[in-house]
């Protein structure tokens, strides 16, 4: 069997290793000079301690996918700090980064400081061939405003490039998700006009859209297509909370690594925390794993002892 850039070389259990890896990140928030944010967040820090995390998974993705708020104010130095801080990770990881527009983003320096392109107001959007997996970046950004939406000439275009199926179908990345949000203050910043990005995608080959923009890592359905939020590596919101109550934490940070297999994608949502963490199933024990038939895995480790 092939070993995948994640690592993966055996299968365990019915399904083959992953076809495509993406590790989503989201709202860095970034701010010139170093700032904290709101003069309580060290964005900084935290996003280093998230590039960390990572980098210790040991996988080798096929795209690092920022989705959006990249930066706090869109200061051209924050995003000179963003791509200092990220293109290192990603040059060691050998993988592509897709950098997303947010709301606090602002087009012009972001398209000039992190795309290399003319610092104007056309919508940041592209199209990334992932060995086969079709990656699809929108921007539901509006200039001026901090609601999403998506003009009738990006939807066509989305369109265009969806009349033809990509080998391994289509992922969507926008800043701003398609779900509802249950603290209440949260709908005036949603994503307007979702009916005609649902007529967009319509009978396409989308199979997962990745967003941010909420503070909180969410899932739920559009359209018949499954919808992932990450969580933020700024500060996230603290759910603990009645909704009416609900304000930001400095905790709870995580990123997702998304696996992509024929059948079926799954977001595992991955906290970047500092814990002791037990050492059972070293390296070592999977080489030992590896070694046994899958009968025998299951008669050593399923059976419960004394049955």
């Known amino acids: 069997m092939d070993q995948g850039r994640d690592g993966a070389s055996v299968r365990f259990g019915a399904h083959e290793p992953a076809r495509r890896t993406i590790v989503h990140v989201s709202d860095t928030h970034l701010l010139a000079g170093g700032a904290r944010l709101v003069g309580r967040y060290d964005v900084v820090v935290n996003l280093e301690r998230t590039l960390a995390s990572i980098e210790r998974t040991g996988v080798r993705p096929d795209a690092l996918v920022f989705t959006g708020d990249l930066t706090d104010l869109g200061e051209p130095d924050a995003y000179r700090a963003l791509r200092a801080a990220v293109e290192p990770v990603a040059e060691r990881l050998g993988a592509p980064i897709v950098w997303v527009a947010g709301n606090h983003d602002e087009r012009p320096d972001l398209r000039r400081e992190l795309l290399g392109l003319e610092p104007t107001e056309e ?33 066509e275009w989305l369109r265009d490039v969806l009349s033809t199926p990509a080998p391994l179908g289509t992922i969507l990345a926008l800043h ?55 969580s933020a590596t700024c500060y996230t919101m ?13 905790a709870g940070q995580a990123f997702h690594l998304v696996h992509i297999y024929d059948d079926t994608i799954t977001h595992a949502v991955v906290p970047v925390v500092e814990a002791e963490t037990a050492d059972f199933f070293s390296a070592e024990w999977v080489a030992r794993m590896a070694a046994l038939t899958h009968d025998e895995r299951l008669e050593r480790f399923s059976r419960k002892p004394g049955r």
């Open 123 to 155: 919508p940041v959007t592209g199209v990334w061939d992932l060995g086969g997996l079709r990656l699809v970046t929108l921007d539901s950004t509006v200039p001026g405003w901090h609601h999403g939406d998506l003009d009738a000439a990006q939807l």
């Open 176 to 230: 701003h998700p398609p779900l509802p949000s249950h603290i209440p203050f949260f709908d005036i910043l949603e994503l307007r006009h979702q009916d005609a990005l649902a007529d967009a995608i319509a009978g396409s080959d989308v199979r997962a859209i990745l967003a941010g923009h909420l503070h909180y890592a969410t899932s739920g359905m559009f359209a018949g297509v499954p919808v992932h939020v990450a």
């Open 238 to 250: 603290n759910l603990s909370l009645p909704a009416v109550e609900v304000n930001g934490m400095d």
